[in-house]
């Protein structure tokens, strides 16, 4: 058996370490039917792929047999001239002949096999580029609350990691699983045609080295697999030192963090050293049963040699047999871990696209060709999921161009509400009008043009601070970005900076304050000219002196348009039209700021914890 064969296997299956776990799918027919489905879009590569690993395969058993009858040859002829007394002589015609067919052989079966290698990647990678298109599709129609229940990160690594170890594992797996299936079936019936009693004795060996390699990879597997949960708390414990470094040293916690890492970092060490060797001690195991194999088949064979049964040639080719189908029979239960790793993977790729997309916009749908931004709830009823209702009657009657103000402590539901009128989740019962027309009968793009937004939570994409700036109005002019930028009161900032409006904003803003990409955000809102505006918690990142220059800037914004204002510092909002009071996912108070302070209710009671009685008083 090729010992630097079996022992890649060990590493790159058993100890799975391009980070493959050794978890299995919950439904492998299921997903396996499916992983078909897209294979079968490229059926004539594979099968193309099929002949040329058969006619390798073929040509592969074929070389031991050749051989074999060279080595007969020069035997023979030893033979002969020592039994007449000759000098022995090399017969070039005949072994000429029996040369060249073997290198011939070789030489094609390296050709195939280099045309099935150069297909299957390509298969491969055709299949991850369909898979992650429609994964794409699929991830753009999932609605907001699929975003909220599931993690970023692990739909990047399904979106990532899950896809390449489909491709890696099927362009590795399947294609070494048809060659070895094939191998070791053409080098039984080589090895029954020359031997049968020599066949049973490779038999009963190769049997034992399949029993070792099932019982110690199923140890391999429960302990690679506590390496991989060690790995991911170790990446994780560095994650937190990196992005908390700040907080670290602020309450000097250097000694601390230092002793956890070396706990987690010591024990990721016990983990792979478990794992390693009981990977590694396979070979060992294996390679002895195997030499205990040939050495019986040398002794036996050696005694057919003299007894006139078998030739020595014969030998030598049925070693060669034995040596080719116990090698791909090893690896066999390599491959299957392989392959079941991708098929675990594709099952988590396929439970992505199962998810249930939004709801199909109406078709027909109405076009409010120029919206004015009145805006109407009516008996609306909403849960996350139907067991868990958050609102169950709200109703509110907006004019036009009115300023709306939403506040509550936090979780009340405030962003929940705003998120309906942009229907990114979908009510339950009732309906939402703007201008009269229940958003349902919108198409989403169309209703969202309608909006500008500016959020607490600061997003901007590495590019120039322009083409963050222009992100709301794709034929946005120079001159539309720039008187934004006052607006927003940045643009002197921007000119401060070496490159302008043409500086490049790193991963996730870092060369900018937290104050900086609030008010390109804001300048972002402000160039989309929207007729419907939300800003939620819009100034809280900025200072005082920078908020008032905003706040100015967005009473000019908000006047003629529809505003909704969700707010956490109420002295912001005293003159708004209308202030919806939330708490627990409802409204439970509605009203203008006089109003709300004379009900003596749960706004009053907000507005008393942020402000002394004796400013209230000054202000009422």
């Not at 051989?67 to 007394?85: E, H, R, S, Y």
């Not at 994964?135 to 609605?143: A, H, T």
């Not at 110690?216 to 708390?233: P, V």
Request: aromatic fraction near 8%; glycine fraction near 6%.
């Amino acid at each position: 058996m090729s010992e630097n064969i079996v022992e890649k296997k060990e590493v790159d299956v058993l100890g799975f370490e391009d980070g493959m776990s050794a978890e299995k799918a919950k439904d492998a027919k299921k997903t396996t039917k499916r992983l078909l489905k897209y294979m079968a879009k490229q059926k004539f590569k594979i099968l193309t792929i099929f002949i040329a690993v058969l006619i390798s395969s073929a040509l592969t058993v074929l070389a031991p047999m050749i051989m074999g009858k060279a080595i007969d040859q020069l035997f023979n002829g030893i033979k002969t001239a020592v039994q007449t007394g000759t000098k022995f002589s090399v017969n070039f015609s005949t072994m000429g002949g029996i040369i060249s067919v073997l290198l011939s052989l070789y030489l094609l079966s390296s050709v195939f096999i280099y045309i099935q290698q150069y297909i299957m990647s390509g298969v491969a990678q055709n299949l991850v580029l369909s898979m992650r298109k429609d994964l794409s599709d699929k991830l753009n129609k999932l609605p907001l609350k699929y975003y909220d229940s599931h993690k970023k990160g692990e739909t990047l690594s399904i979106v990532t990691n899950d896809l390449e170890k489909v491709a890696d594992s099927l362009q590795e797996g399947l294609m070494q699983l048809i060659t070895a299936v094939v191998t070791v079936i053409g080098s039984i019936v080589m090895m029954i045609n020359i031997s049968m009693s020599l066949t049973i004795v490779s038999a009963i060996t190769l049997g034992v080295s399949l029993c070792i390699t099932i019982v110690i990879a199923g140890k391999s597997q429960k302990r690679f697999s506590e390496n991989q949960k060690t790995l991911g708390e170790l990446n994780s414990n560095i994650e937190e030192m990196f992005t908390g470094q700040v907080v670290v040293k602020a309450f000097s916690k250097e000694e601390d963090t230092i002793k956890n890492f070396k706990i987690v970092n010591q024990n990721l060490y016990n983990a792979s050293r478990k794992a390693q060797f009981s990977s590694y001690s396979i070979s060992p195991i294996i390679r002895f049963v195997n030499q205990i194999g040939y050495v019986v088949i040398a002794v036996v064979g050696g005694i057919f040699a003299a007894n006139g049964t078998m030739t020595l040639g014969s030998i030598q080719a049925f070693i060669q047999y034995v040596n080719q189908s116990s090698e791909p029979t090893t690896e066999i239960s390599y491959i299957t871990n392989m392959l079941q790793a991708a098929i675990a993977s594709a099952e988590r790729v396929f439970g992505v696209m199962d998810e249930i997309e939004e709801v199909k916009d109406k078709e027909p749908s109405k076009v409010i060709n120029i919206p004015k931004g009145k805006v109407e709830f009516e008996h609306v009823k909403f849960g996350y999921n139907d067991d868990s209702i958050l609102m169950k009657d709200i109703n509110i009657k907006l004019n036009a161009g009115d300023k709306i103000a939403i506040v509550g402590p936090t979780g009340a539901g405030k962003t929940t509400l705003v998120n309906l009128l942009m229907r990114f989740y979908e009510i339950q019962e009732g309906r939402i009008t703007i201008d009269g027309i229940d958003i349902k009968d919108l198409k989403r793009g169309e209703l969202r043009t309608m909006f500008g937004m500016v959020l607490q939570d600061t997003w901007l994409f590495n590019g120039s601070i322009k083409e963050n700036i222009a992100y709301s109005k794709s034929d946005a002019t120079m001159e539309d970005v720039v008187r934004a930028a006052k607006a927003a009161r940045v643009d002197h900032f921007i000119r401060t900076l070496p490159k302008g409006y043409d500086t490049i904003l790193t991963e996730d803003a870092s060369n900018l304050s937290q104050g900086q990409k609030q008010l390109l955000t804001i300048a972002r809102a402000i160039l989309s000219d929207p007729s419907v505006l939300i800003l939620d918690e819009a100034t809280s990142s900025v200072d005082t002196r920078t908020e008032v220059e905003i706040q100015k800037a967005m009473n000019n914004l908000m006047r003629g348009r529809t505003s909704f204002v969700i707010a956490h510092r109420l002295s912001t909002i005293r003159d708004a039209d209308l202030i919806l009071v939330m708490k627990e996912g409802t409204i439970i108070e509605q009203g203008s700021h006089k109003e709300l302070l004379e009900n003596k209710g749960f706004y009053e009671e907000l507005y008393s914890s942020q402000f002394s009685r004796e400013y209230d008083e000054e202000v009422v």
